[in-house]
């Protein structure tokens, strides 16, 4: 167990729907991440939080936005879903969100988009 | 539990046997490096880094190496067990506040 919690552990949907993926960071961590992994595209970072601060932004579509609260749990919101946006997505935390930080990674939330 | 279902590199390995897993960086300014292991069902786990000033660095049954000239970078295993059975990510990055990219991974299948 990393100590970095997800919930749901399932989500289904349809297309064109919004949900909200949640991420509770292990106790200490300031960092949060937020990454893709689907079938066809690998792991893929989306962004990453610090300190409730966006602090790095990779692939991460329009149609999605993070945030991470004062209280460090962070959320990531999907919106106008597309099939193409079933996938399992994970979270990660990290003490102080340096490269060098070793990132804990959540079980991860698979979604799935009807 | 869940898999990812890439139709990824795969090695299959007897148990007992060392494992190499390689991996080709794409980044020539990358200066941090490191192995996540993945087994079904559950996010990646850490299990070794090094940085671009060392070539090589050993954990407990983990071993790296980094060789810059080539961009590559490769895992080894010794003694491989069966819960070895995992698919792993070499990642990359500089010693900065930036991303780390992730390659695609190898599926390492251990046969008892």
């Known amino acids: 167990d990393s100590g970095v919690t997800q919930t749901p552990k399932h989500l289904i949907t349809a297309t064109g729907q919004r949900v909200t993926l949640r991420c509770s960071p292990r106790?200490?961590?300031?960092?949060v991440y937020w990454y893709q992994q689907s079938l066809d595209q690998g792991l893929q970072f989306l962004i990453q939080y610090y300190n409730g601060e966006e602090r790095a932004k990779g692939n991460i579509l329009e149609r999605f936005s993070a945030q991470q609260f004062p209280d460090l749990h962070s959320e990531l919101n999907l919106s106008s879903l597309e099939l193409g946006d079933s996938a399992l997505y994970f979270c990660?935390?990290?003490?102080?969100?340096?490269?060098?930080?070793?990132?804990?990674f959540g079980p991860g939330t698979r979604l799935t988009v009807l | 539990g869940e898999s990812v279902g890439l139709h990824l590199p795969t090695l299959s390995v007897q148990e007992g046997d060392n494992s190499i897993i390689n991996c080709a960086y794409s980044n020539s300014a990358s200066d941090y490096f490191i192995w996540y292991k993945q087994e079904s069902g559950k996010g990646p786990q850490f299990i070794i880094d090094i940085r671009s000033n060392m070539d090589k660095r050993q954990g407990q049954r983990v071993t790296v190496l980094l060789n810059k000239t080539v961009k590559h970078l490769s895992l080894q295993i010794a003694a491989t067990q069966p819960g070895d059975s995992a698919v792993y990510f070499c990642a990359e990055g500089k010693t900065s506040y930036d991303k780390v990219i992730f390659g695609p991974g190898t599926s390492l299948s251990v046969i008892p």
């Open positions: 106790s200490g961590d300031l960092s």
């Open positions: 990660a935390s990290s003490v102080a969100g340096r490269n060098t930080d070793t990132q804990y």
